[in-house]
T-cell receptor, first 116, second 109 residues
Framework: EAGVTQSPTHLIKTRGQQATLRCSPI?????VYWYQQALGLGLQFLLW???????NRGNFPPRFSGRQFPNYSSELNVNALELEDSALYLC???????????????FGAGSRLTVL | GQNIDQPTEMTATEGAIVQINCTYQ??????LFWYQQHAGEAPTFLSY????GLEEKGRFSSFLSRSKGYSYLLLKELQMKDSASYLC??????????FGSGTQLTVLP
């Protein structure tokens, strides 16, 4: 079974540009989560999509946005890039989320974004 | 909101036992997870607790006390490959996981 795949692996942009990161979940998973992991920091929750809808977003400015496609893949867009956006962006997928229960997230290897 | 605290770094010797603590404050509680992340790799799931008590899985065990907002991950018979970052994460009422900053464990020979 293929795991969560993310592309590109590495991306270099300059300040003010836009970046698009892509994620394909595990087959059968309908929920996709995006996290930012800056150097030396923990995973910061960005966005959660399920069944094509945005279910929740973290404490990030509106220039961080995304969407989920009918095949449950997802993309994260970051507009007007700033130096502090340099980080590893991790995508995770899971089965549809019950309110409780061990709904385990499976992570991709991440996309490393460098903003110069 | 949610707040999760865990030590930044720990060091232990191969073959020893190490306990990584995690304290949390959360709005609502729907489970606590531990993940392992090797440098440059994706986090991988280790354990899940939703009820008080100890969950054992091979060399790894995880404990939860909901009344104290406290969990620990216990690693026995440490191996060099256990050197990694260990992430404590809580599922609160918002239903997505909130992660702590991680504990970097170094296992020495």
């Amino acid at each position: 079974e293929a795991g969560v795949t993310q592309s590109p692996t590495h991306l270099i942009k300059t300040r003010g540009q836009q970046a698009t990161l892509r994620c394909s979940p595990i087959s059968g998973h309908t929920s996709v989560y995006w996290y930012q992991q800056a150097l030396g920091l923990g995973l910061q929750f960005l966005l959660w999509y399920d069944e094509g809808e945005e279910r929740n977003r973290g404490n990030f400015p509106p220039r961080f946005s995304g969407r989920q496609f009918p095949n449950y893949s997802s993309e994260l867009n970051v507009n007007a890039l700033e130096l502090e956006d340099s980080a590893l962006y991790l995508c995770a997928s899971s089965l549809a989320d019950p309110i409780s229960g061990a709904n385990v997230l499976t992570f991709g290897a991440g996309s490393r974004l460098t903003v110069l | 909101g949610q707040n999760i605290d865990q030590p930044t770094e720990m060091t232990a010797t191969e073959g020893a036992i190490v306990q990584i603590n995690c304290t949390y404050q959360t709005s609502g509680f729907n489970g606590l997870f531990w993940y392992q992340q090797h440098a440059g790799e994706a986090p991988t799931f280790l354990s899940y607790n939703v009820l008080d008590g100890l969950e054992e899985k091979g060399r790894f065990s995880s404990f939860l006390s909901r009344s104290k907002g406290y969990s620990y991950l216990l690693l026995k018979e440490l191996q060099m490959k256990d050197s990694a970052s260990y992430l404590c994460a809580v599922k609160g009422s918002a239903r997505q996981l909130t992660f702590g900053s991680g504990t970097q464990l170094t296992v020495l020979p």
